[in-house]
């Protein structure tokens, strides 16, 4: 379809884009920016650029709660399925952190592997409903993400992420001060376990929404944070439109990949996301361990407090 088709005042092709094309990329824009907003929350929070919705176990806990309204009620709506994805993924994001909260040892790395461990424990719990129940097919819509079923009438639950991106937004600051720990928050009035399971019940509530619809998309909570962390720093309020922005453009050009790759045929995101996500993530990791938590600079040689000082050995930094 060509925009010039458009203005010949073709009722058909009008209808096709009202009703496919148009809810297809507000689906696009509002996945790309949740997700990513619900990574960044879930870091601050946790204190670790390591966790995500995908390794804080809430995209697993959101597809047991789709699994359990289709056994229960095999008649429901998409905002049936929507309650039971946001009460699970909440749970388990919750039950993720507290658990997190009681190991006495972690480091950067054993946070996102225990929430791998328990994501996969949920995943395996789901597969084996479904498989008993006969309802692997049914399920296999939300285990790996596509927009190829978005039509208007059927898409319109991921709208919730722009209200909760903007309450986010509103209580950046507070997510800042809890990610600098109990005692910080304390000592500054600010509630640290009402703060806390909130921002973990917006990103879980985010990150539900898209996979009733979208179904499991990951790496974007993961990667986009991280990216623009690089450039912007970790202050929450600052980086949120940054982290919205890029993850809407990353989703998007991700889609556009899917889409060409093998026309007239089209391939799901999940597996462009998974390639382009992990080759970025690898990409990452090597710059850590490189240059550690120092922030990239565009357009200015300045200094500052993560620069390289000429006077201690060899440039060594600090």
Not at 239 to 263: E, K, N, P, Y
Request: aromatic share 12%; net charge positive.
């Amino acid at each position: 379809m060509k925009p010039q088709q458009l203005l010949t005042g073709d009722l058909h092709l009008w209808e096709i884009f009202l009703v496919s094309r148009l809810p297809r990329q507000l689906a696009i824009l509002c996945t790309g920016v949740g997700m990513s907003v619900a990574g960044l929350i879930m870091q601050q929070l946790c204190s670790n650029k390591f966790v995500s919705p995908t390794t804080g176990a809430t995209i697993s806990s959101a597809q047991f709660g789709i699994l359990l309204a289709l056994l229960f009620m095999p008649a429901s709506t998409l905002w049936s399925r929507a309650i039971f994805a946001f009460i699970t993924a909440i749970l388990g994001t919750w039950i993720f952190v507290w658990f997190i909260q009681r190991i006495q040892f972690k480091d950067m790395v054993m946070v996102p592997l225990v929430g791998i461990m328990f994501g996969n424990v949920i995943g395996g719990v789901t597969n084996y409903l479904a498989y008993k129940y006969e309802m692997t097919q049914a399920l296999s819509s939300w285990l790996v993400g596509h927009f190829s079923l978005v039509l208007k009438g059927r898409y319109e639950i991921v709208w919730l992420t722009i209200p909760l991106v903007i309450l986010a937004f509103v209580f950046a600051n507070h997510f800042n001060i809890v990610g600098l720990g109990k005692d910080f928050s304390k000592n500054l009035g600010v509630p640290y376990n009402l703060v806390l399971f909130a921002g973990l019940t917006i990103a879980a509530m985010i990150t539900a929404s898209v996979v009733v619809v979208v179904g499991s998309i990951s790496y974007i909570g993961l990667i986009v944070p991280n990216v623009v962390a690089m450039y912007k720093g970790d202050k929450i309020k600052g980086t949120l439109v940054d982290t919205a922005l890029f993850g809407a453009i990353f989703v998007l050009i991700c889609d556009m990949i899917g889409r060409i790759v093998i026309l007239p045929y089209e391939l799901p995101i999940e597996l462009i996301v998974g390639i382009l996500g992990s080759l970025i993530f690898i990409a990452l990791l090597f710059y850590r361990l490189k240059y550690g938590r120092k922030s990239i600079r565009l357009g200015s040689t300045g200094t500052n407090s993560c620069a390289t000082m000429p006077n201690l050995k060899g440039g060594e930094q600090i």
